[in-house]
């Protein structure tokens, strides 16, 4: 089953104005997960720098892009150990993911992995008046079998897709077996402030405003893979 959108923002974030001393938060690394069939098991660390105790729940969903959409559905291939967990103030706790099945895949497998801030609300009379953040960290977890393998950027294309008024609109075709981090796209040396992921043999359309007359070549900023100048296709 496809979970939306909406829901999937609401567990990214939320937000609890509660009665507490000051505004604390949680940190956690790595942000990126990467299995491979050489590196099987990645261990998270968080760490809890608030005053109170945080309950974590784990989930897990396969993450696919069709027609340029992101679709989630639930999975129980991948596994995260522990899958709830309660984790003391000023304290961390491993998680450690892993997949059921390492097969060999021809494209690289995509997941999100939701750790949930499933704590009750925290109340304190006896503090002045603050903000509560509870942040429910949605990770990006992918599998390849090598840990070599990496994207090429001459596997990426650049067209202009229909758009209205003063919106603007570029579709990113990623032909690669690998995810393509995108930090921004230029045009005539302006950024026009968009980005994203584009998964293995996906695309993925990117909207904004911009002043700038797009013109038949595009620089795409692509994290580890550089500046990509692209040729827009008529």
């Known amino acids: 089953m496809s979970?939306?959108?909406?829901f999937l923002k609401y567990l990214l974030v939320s937000i609890l104005i509660l009665p507490i001393a000051e505004v604390s938060a949680v940190?956690?690394?790595?942000t990126n997960v990467k299995l491979s069939n050489a590196k099987k098991i990645v261990s998270l660390t968080f760490v809890n720098d608030t005053p109170n105790s945080i309950n974590i729940q784990t989930s897990a969903f396969t993450w696919k892009q069709t027609d340029g959409k992101d679709l989630y559905a639930k999975s129980d291939d991948l596994v995260v150990v522990p899958p709830?967990?309660?984790?003391p103030a000023n304290k961390s706790q491993i998680f450690r993911v892993t997949k059921k099945t390492f097969d060999s895949p021809s494209t690289e497998m995509s997941y999100r992995l939701y750790l949930e801030d499933v704590s009750p609300e925290f109340t304190d009379t006896k503090e002045a008046?603050?903000?509560?953040?509870k942040f429910n960290q949605n990770l990006p977890v992918y599998?390849?079998?090598?840990?070599?393998?990496k994207a090429n950027a001459s596997f990426i294309s650049a067209s202009?897709?229909?758009s209205s008024g003063e919106e603007s609109?570029?579709?990113l075709d990623n032909n690669n077996n690998a995810h393509v981090g995108i930090n921004n796209i230029s045009i005539n040396n302006q950024d026009v402030n968009t980005g994203g992921v584009i998964l293995g043999k996906s695309y993925k359309e990117f909207r904004f405003k911009s002043?700038?007359?797009i013109t038949d070549k595009i620089i795409v900023k692509a994290g580890d893979l550089g500046d990509i100048t692209l040729t827009l296709k008529k």
């Open 27 to 30: 940190t956690i690394s790595p």
């Open 160 to 162: 202009l897709c229909s």
């Open 129 to 133: 008046p603050g903000v509560y953040f």
């Open 143 to 149: 599998y390849n079998p090598s840990d070599k393998a």
């Open 3 to 6: 979970i939306s959108k909406n």
């Open 211 to 213: 002043t700038q007359k």
């Open 84 to 87: 709830i967990v309660t984790i």
């Open 169 to 171: 609109c570029i579709r």
